[in-house]
């Protein structure tokens, strides 16, 4: 049984908006048509009008939902390297208490119109709320070291955790700049084949900058509060991304995430080096550790592709791509919606390489069907809501 839905507007994505659009799903959320509101395809049919714009279920392009359990409890505006020093020395839970929140970390996803996610993991625990779950997941299990004589047994330890999950859509990838070493990037760089995708935090604090830069700042009390000899780390003279993207396989897809101290230069720098690579931004997780937003709108002229994450409820009391969405528009005038809810749904899909099935209103796609109310025609403003539909 086919169900019509119309509403102010329909935004497919992958073509222009349709004002007054309807759309056409089955049981199984697979979409039989979309059309404009005289379609002769719709003479007799029962059509359920909605007051707000329909788009396909958001693809949240990064999330470490197994620090589900963390929402709340660290504190705000520390800081990167505080931030992390709090994280991995915050008491441990019960497995059964991390289990739980990430049931319902999962669930208030799927609430919140979310259809996919890129999910980072140091852990098992998330595999199996993924077996079951309504929404699509691509497991980043990250690998990092510091030390030079555990290269291996770090890369190695990772491919365990990897076995936990879906074989297609999980893949390995290194942590960080400030916590792989240059043997480890290195040693990775041999042992990934190619299809493997990667997704790596980039820039999230100028302490990284610096760290590269100068072998100066923050970083340097987190290595020592962590035990790691940092002797024989050399300052590079230049930014992070500029020091390890060449340590990083060439042919892979990347995704560089954060981005908060990205500059022009950085930006000039990864076009030389002819990769391909998406952008992810996390504006509420940015604003809840560091204070700052990401220079967006230098993406935006460079024509960079984007894709929206919300990182974890250890730096963000929401997993809501919405919400990410209206902070960056309350906080960049000029940006066009139109554009925007692509960084939110098809270009994570298709880096994912899920567009095939979700990320736009196409014909033959299950890609969720969601409302956004109180939109003032093509505008988001603050007061906008979501409702999955389908």
Same mark, same amino acid.
């Given at each position: 049984?086919?169900?019509?839905?119309?509403?102010?507007?329909?935004?497919?994505?992958?073509?222009?908006?349709?004002?007054?659009?309807?759309?056409?799903?089955?049981?199984?959320?697979?979409?039989?048509?979309?059309?404009?509101?005289?379609?002769?395809?719709?003479?007799?049919?029962?059509?359920?009008?909605?007051?707000?714009?329909?788009?396909?279920?958001?693809?949240?392009?990064?999330?470490?939902?197994?620090? !589900?359990?963390?929402?709340?409890?660290?504190?705000?505006?520390?800081?990167?390297?505080?931030?992390?020093?709090?994280?991995?020395?915050?008491?441990?839970?019960?497995?059964?208490?991390?289990?739980?929140?990430?049931?319902?970390?999962?669930?208030?996803?799927?609430?919140?119109?979310?259809?996919?996610?890129?999910?980072?993991?140091?852990?098992?625990? !998330?595999?199996?709320?993924?077996?079951?779950?309504?929404?699509?997941?691509?497991?980043?299990?990250?690998?990092?070291?510091?030390?030079?004589?555990?290269?291996? !047994?770090?890369?190695?330890?990772?491919?365990?955790?990897?076995?936990?999950?879906?074989?297609?859509?999980?893949?390995?990838?290194?942590?960080?700049?400030?916590?792989?070493?240059?043997?480890?990037?290195?040693?990775?760089?041999?042992?990934?084949?190619?299809?493997?995708?990667?997704?790596?935090?980039?820039?999230?604090?100028?302490?990284?900058?610096?760290?590269?830069?100068?072998?100066?700042?923050?970083?340097?009390?987190?290595?020592?509060?962590?035990?790691?000899?940092?002797?024989?780390?050399?300052?590079?003279?230049?930014?992070?991304?500029?020091?390890?993207?060449?340590?990083?396989?060439?042919?892979?897809?990347?995704?560089?995430?954060?981005?908060?101290?990205?500059?022009?230069?950085?930006?000039?720098?990864?076009?030389?080096?002819?990769?391909?690579?998406?952008?992810?931004?996390?504006?509420?997780?940015?604003?809840?550790?560091?204070?700052?937003?990401?220079?967006?709108?230098?993406?935006?002229?460079?024509?960079?592709?984007?894709?929206?994450?919300?990182?974890?409820?250890?730096?963000?009391?929401?997993?809501?791509?919405?919400?990410?969405?209206?902070?960056?528009?309350?906080?960049?005038?000029?940006?066009?919606?139109?554009?925007?809810?692509?960084?939110?749904?098809?270009?994570?899909?298709?880096?994912?390489?899920?567009?095939?099935?979700?990320?736009?209103?196409?014909?033959?796609?299950?890609?969720?069907?969601?409302?956004?109310?109180?939109?003032?025609?093509?505008?988001?403003?603050?007061?906008?809501?979501?409702?999955?539909?389908?």
């Amino acid at each position: 049984m086919v169900k019509y839905y119309s509403g102010d507007y329909v935004l497919p994505v992958t073509n222009l908006p349709i004002k007054r659009g309807v759309v056409g799903i089955d049981e199984s959320g697979t979409i039989q048509g979309i059309y404009t509101n005289d379609a002769v395809e719709l003479v007799g049919k029962e059509i359920e009008h909605l007051d707000g714009v329909l788009i396909p279920g958001f693809i949240n392009a990064h999330c470490h939902i197994e620090l !589900s359990h963390l929402k709340g409890k660290i504190q705000k505006g520390t800081g990167l390297p505080k931030f992390l020093s709090t994280v991995m020395t915050y008491k441990k839970e019960t497995a059964r208490t991390i289990q739980k929140q990430i049931e319902k970390a999962d669930k208030l996803m799927f609430e919140n119109g979310i259809q996919a996610v890129a999910d980072h993991v140091n852990t098992t625990h !998330s595999a199996q709320v993924k077996e079951s779950s309504k929404i699509k997941y691509h497991t980043f299990v990250e690998v990092m070291g510091l030390e030079n004589d555990a290269v291996d !047994s770090r890369i190695d330890a990772a491919i365990e955790v990897k076995y936990s999950f879906d074989e297609i859509h999980s893949s390995l990838t290194p942590h960080a700049p400030y916590s792989c070493s240059k043997l480890l990037f290195k040693a990775f760089k041999k042992k990934i084949p190619v299809g493997n995708l990667l997704s790596i935090h980039n820039q999230e604090s100028e302490e990284e900058n610096k760290l590269f830069r100068y072998k100066d700042g923050e970083f340097l009390s987190f290595y020592k509060e962590i035990g790691h000899n940092y002797d024989d780390f050399k300052a590079q003279a230049r930014n992070s991304i500029q020091s390890y993207l060449p340590n990083l396989p060439v042919r892979n897809k990347l995704m560089l995430v954060h981005n908060t101290y990205t500059s022009l230069k950085d930006l000039d720098f990864v076009e030389r080096m002819d990769r391909d690579v998406v952008w992810c931004l996390c504006p509420k997780a940015n604003l809840y550790i560091e204070g700052v937003l990401p220079k967006v709108m230098n993406f935006v002229h460079d024509d960079q592709k984007i894709v929206i994450g919300t990182d974890s409820l250890a730096s963000n009391d929401t997993l809501d791509v919405l919400e990410e969405l209206k902070v960056l528009h309350n906080a960049f005038p000029a940006l066009d919606f139109v554009n925007t809810i692509k960084w939110a749904t098809i270009n994570g899909a298709e880096f994912l390489s899920f567009d095939d099935q979700i990320g736009s209103l196409e014909v033959g796609k299950r890609p969720g069907l969601v409302l956004l109310k109180g939109m003032e025609n093509l505008r988001l403003t603050t007061n906008v809501t979501v409702q999955r539909i389908a």
